[in-house]
């Protein structure tokens, strides 16, 4: 483990974290799931924000609702009074990323930017609330994180997106790829195409730079415990009992 560059990463020992709030019960990203999260014990919590036509920040994983909700249509060209109607699996609605930070004071959220729209809602909702300590904010566009820091200044805690993460992946091989200061975590899938991105090297070289790993989406047990025997810093996981146990078996629940 490496020593927290920012008070968002403060925990004792690798770091739990509820992917969508746990999303193998078909309840991601809704209030019910974290509620079941947090009445499992965990206190890190993985979502995802877009902008309603309105500019409602919206706790939501794809750009459209017609995926896992009883509702269609972009979210983006929905007022948030149509967005609201819709119910994930036919019965809870979409909440607010607003009212999610204020139901759970002691969470701590890492939050994807799913579309530009939602950066600058985002970073105004975190000043606002004063919630710097509680969010990480990512996303896969390196270019939309890197404006989110600069809007926010360095007070906002931010992971790599993927050109960030490619840097990193380059810079393993002692290639001088250049990337972005002031991140404090490389967040990735464990294998990107059958390419393995989470190694000994990798993780040795994210930690020389003082960033800790975040690897997701994990929901096998083996898989979990050879990532932690790599040293990762934090797992992302659907399968919120199965994390949970491996945690517990090595000490590392807290």
Same mark, same amino acid.
């Given at each position: 483990m490496t020593h927290p560059r920012h008070p968002y990463l403060d925990h004792p020992g690798p770091i739990p974290f509820a992917h969508r709030g746990g999303a193998a019960d078909g309840l991601e990203n809704t209030a019910a799931a974290f509620r079941r999260a947090d009445s499992l014990g965990y206190r890190y919590f993985e979502t995802d924000v877009h902008t309603t036509a309105d500019g409602r920040l919206v706790a939501f994983h794809d750009t459209? #609702? $017609?995926?896992?909700? @009883?509702?269609?249509?972009?979210?983006?060209?929905?007022?948030?009074?149509?967005?609201?109607?819709?119910?994930?699996?036919?019965?809870?609605?979409?909440?607010?990323?607003?009212?999610? #930070? $204020?139901?759970?004071? @002691?969470?701590r959220w890492n939050v994807d930017i799913k579309a530009a729209p939602a950066l600058v809602p985002l970073v105004d909702l975190i000043r606002g609330t004063g919630s710097w300590d509680r969010v990480c904010v990512g996303s896969f566009s390196e270019r939309r994180v890197a404006a989110a820091a600069r809007l926010a200044g360095p007070r906002l805690a931010t992971s790599y997106g993927v050109r960030g993460v490619l840097g990193l992946r380059l810079r393993s091989y002692g290639v001088p790829f250049p990337v972005r200061a002031g991140a404090v975590?490389?967040?990735v899938p464990e294998a990107q195409s059958g390419v393995p991105v989470v190694d000994e090297r990798f993780v040795r070289t994210a930690h020389a730079r003082g960033l800790q790993v975040h690897v997701w989406t994990i929901n096998e047990a083996d898989r979990m415990e050879a990532l932690l025997d790599l040293g990762v810093d934090g797992i992302m996981t659907d399968q919120l009992e199965t994390l949970r146990t491996v945690f517990t078996a090595r000490g590392a629940w807290h």
């Open positions: 459209t #609702l $017609d995926r896992v909700t @009883d509702g269609h249509g972009r979210i983006a060209d929905l007022p948030w009074e149509e967005v609201r109607q819709a119910r994930v699996a036919g019965k809870e609605p979409l909440p607010l990323f607003a009212d999610l #930070l $204020d139901e759970f004071p @002691d969470a975590s490389a967040q």
